[in-house]
């Protein structure tokens, strides 16, 4: 157990950066930050105690490079590495080199992320432990003619997906023989050049279906919790946008959400899991759950989770790396308290859903009580296609759905960023939405009830020159 102050390098940048910098500085440790010749002047390097230059301007020079980064952590005198999420956070060789130097991976061990990072294994590990499954090929398929056989066999509709990766890439739905034979090359070319893995999965695609996930804390004493469930259906490519705690699908079903929970902490154990950690499940239209996939890593949706159970999950991730006591109770004391949702604020064209690359100019807001805004902005931060879309997270609170929507609305009116055309406009058209108000919603929302029809550019425009005028004469006492 390391009890001394440590030194904690934080291998990333942007709002995640920052978010673990304040962890690592509350528990009384010291924050090393990074900067790249792509990034000298990074938003969260106003938040460490110290920070290194990591020469290079792609990610293989910088953020991925190994040995690079092994080399700084042993010149600086590094305790431990945090990788936030995306870049190394779910490399299990990367976690196994820090290892070897007698370093501290903030995040589980290299086999459960080896486990679980590749589809096909997850999904005989999950089959084992006694955990439901989604219908469909065991491990990946040896070529078309046996997608084609377990597709007939499973009935269509069905999605090839790829083994390795995320991130909505490296997957297609089928409907149909003849949609098989023309996107299984393609698919596979996408995992091939996305994930360096050209190997597929076939899997029954559920209809309408639900992205609920179950977060996980576990420490290195062998005690694993659930910190409740997510609601994560509204997304866009496959990736999410939009999260809520707890699920309205699930709602005051209390035996479903104590079943998912529990599953999600068999399969925890059944890996050995020891950090934070978040269990995927798909859920059909009545009810039925299957295991999707775990994520090794802290989400990018854990705030929610945050606000409606009071506990810092990644304080308690980094404790729990260090191998000491995490700051959470025993499972039957952790409970959830009200309604948390989360707006990804992403540098996109909110009706093509296109990255939009640009500085910003100016950033104001007024935000109801019971808001958090995790982010990196900052007037002059020049958004590059260099990194994802992303620039911040915003989350409202309330006693109930209902109230954490109504201070959504009042938040994003609350928030001005000129200069970057965001996603903004688009989130203010799904909170409108009744199907989205009702918690009748699936993961095709976004194609099915297409809310960016409904989005007048130039309109908008003018609302946030009206938001800025009016916060700005708030701020002056007017």
């Not at 590094?78 to 299990?92: K, M, Q, R, S």
């Amino acid at each position: 157990m390391i009890v001394r102050p440590a030194r904690i390098l934080i291998v990333n940048r942007g709002e995640i950066a920052i978010r673990v910098a304040r962890a690592v500085r509350e528990l009384g440790h010291i924050a090393v930050g990074l900067w790249t010749d792509n990034e000298p002047g990074a938003a969260h390097l106003a938040y460490c105690d110290e920070w290194v230059h990591l020469e290079g301007h792609g990610h293989a020079e910088t953020y991925l490079n190994i040995s690079r980064l092994i080399e700084l952590a042993r010149r600086h005198d590094i305790t431990a590495v945090h990788p936030g999420y995306g870049f190394l956070a779910e490399n299990d060789g990367f976690a196994e080199a820090l290892d070897r130097e007698g370093l501290v991976f903030v995040g589980p061990n290299a086999r459960a992320i080896r486990m679980m990072g590749d589809k096909a294994v997850s999904k005989r590990v999950a089959r084992q432990a006694g955990v439901p499954t989604i219908p469909g090929s065991l491990g990946a398929v040896a070529d078309l003619a046996e997608a084609l056989a377990i597709a007939g066999e499973i009935a269509y509709p069905v999605l090839l997906k790829a083994v390795a990766g995320g991130g909505g890439r490296g997957m297609r739905i089928c409907r149909d023989a003849r949609e098989v034979e023309a996107n299984f090359e393609a698919v596979q070319r996408e995992a091939r050049a996305a994930f360096g893995n050209g190997d597929l999965l076939v899997e029954k695609y559920i209809v309408n279906p639900r992205h609920v996930e179950v977060q996980i804390l576990a420490d290195k004493a062998g005690n694993v919790r659930h910190l409740f469930e997510r609601e994560c259906s509204i997304q866009r490519r496959h990736q999410k946008i939009i999260e809520e705690a707890p699920s309205p699908f699930i709602g005051d079903n209390e035996p479903l959400r104590l079943d998912i929970c529990a599953t999600a902490v068999k399969l925890a154990r059944a890996v050995g899991y020891d950090s934070a950690g978040t269990v995927e499940f798909v859920m059909g239209e009545d009810r039925s759950y299957y295991f999707l996939e775990m994520n090794t890593r802290i989400q990018v949706e854990h705030p929610i989770t945050e606000e409606i159970t009071g506990i810092d999950l990644v304080a308690c991730m980094i404790q729990a790396a260090l191998g000491q006591p995490v700051d959470a109770p025993p499972q039957e004391a952790i409970t959830h308290r009200g309604h948390a949702i989360e707006c990804r604020i992403c540098a996109e064209d909110p009706v093509t859903l296109a990255p939009t690359p640009g500085t910003v100019t100016g950033l104001a807001t007024a935000f109801p009580q019971g808001t958090r805004f995790d982010h990196c902005l900052y007037e002059g931060l020049e958004v590059t296609p260099d990194f994802d879309p992303m620039v911040g997270k915003l989350v409202t609170r309330g006693m109930s759905r209902a109230v954490a929507v109504r201070k959504m609305h009042a938040a994003l009116d609350g928030l001005a960023i000129t200069g970057l055309v965001t996603n903004i406009p688009l989130h203010k058209q799904i909170l409108a939405d009744g199907a989205f108000i009702a918690g009748k919603y699936s993961t095709d929302f976004i194609e099915a009830r297409r809310p960016q029809d409904g989005i007048q550019t130039q309109a908008d425009l003018e609302t946030i020159y009206r938001q800025l005028a009016s916060i700005e004469a708030a701020n002056m006492g007017l």
